[in-house]
T-cell receptor, first 112, second 117 residues
Framework: KQEVTQIPAALSVPEGENLVLNCSFT??????LQWFRQDPGKGLTSLLL?????REQTSGRLNASLDKSSGRSTLYIAASQPGDSATYLCAVDYNQGGKLIFGQGTELSVKP | GAVVSQHPSRVICKSGTSVKIECRSL??????MFWYRQFPKQSLMLMAT?????????EQGVEKDKFLINHASLTLSTLTVTSAHPEDSSFYIC?????????????FGPGTRLLVL
């Protein structure tokens, strides 16, 4: 069964700290992996998309890595800010069909 | 960037009534739209895949007669929750996959909060 797991479920850090969110998937034959941000009661905003042939993607203070062999991806957030507080979801597309399998999310709180 | 809208954003209805939720891609054409459901403190679960001009493909365990999906055009898909019951109360989110050049990325709507009394 294809499953996506995120650890930790919740994380609280002081402003300015660098942090890493983890995502693991059971089947390494992925097509791509995405990281999303969800604010409370809102939809999803795509942050980074990594193709199966790529190792990492960067956007501003965000860096996502992908290691297919170990079934893992990490989202690194540098110099965290209170505005980064949200739930971060990773999702895997296995067959290019666009059907995404989501992890449970990590609820991040950045304290001023 | 590409924008997906949903209407309504919030709906409260009585048990036994039907509710229609619209998902629109505002500035791009989407051959495929997806409908997800999200319960509180849980992740998104795919309900069905909607392709323009054809029948939707439902995930295992999702009742197609209860959750009617219509994808009438390249910019509009609708989800109708028929004979809604309190257990159908949830956050429903749609996404749309664009034709080129953005075809790898899904754009998500803001969601619709459904409360069935």
């Amino acid at each position: 069964k294809q499953e996506v797991t995120q650890i930790p479920a919740a994380l609280s850090v002081p402003e300015g700290e660098n942090l890493v969110l983890n995502c693991s998937f059971t089947d390494s034959a992925i097509y791509n992996l995405q990281w999303f941000r969800q604010d409370p009661g809102k939809g999803l905003t795509s942050l980074l998309l990594i193709q199966s042939s790529q190792r990492e993607q960067t956007s501003g203070r965000l860096n996502a890595s992908l290691d297919k062999s170990s079934g893992r991806s990490t989202l690194y957030i540098a110099a965290s800010q209170p505005g980064d507080s949200a739930t971060y979801l990773c999702a895997v597309d296995y067959n290019q069909g666009g059907k995404l399998i989501f992890g449970q999310g990590t609820e991040l709180s950045v304290k001023p | 960037g590409a924008v997906v809208s949903q209407h309504p954003s919030r709906v409260i209805c009585k048990s036994g009534t039907s509710v229609k939720i619209e998902c629109r891609s505002l500035d791009f054409q989407a051959t495929t739209m997806f409908w997800y459901r999200q319960f509180p403190k849980q992740s998104l679960m795919l309900m069905a895949t909607s392709n323009e001009g054809s029948k939707a493909t439902y995930e295992q365990g999702v009742e197609k007669d209860k959750f009617l999906i219509n994808h009438a055009s390249l910019t509009l898909s609708t989800l109708t929750v028929t004979s809604a019951h309190p257990e159908d109360s949830s956050f429903y989110i749609c996404s749309a996959r664009a034709l080129t050049p953005y075809q790898e990325t899904q754009y998500f709507g803001p969601g619709t909060r459904l409360l069935v009394l």
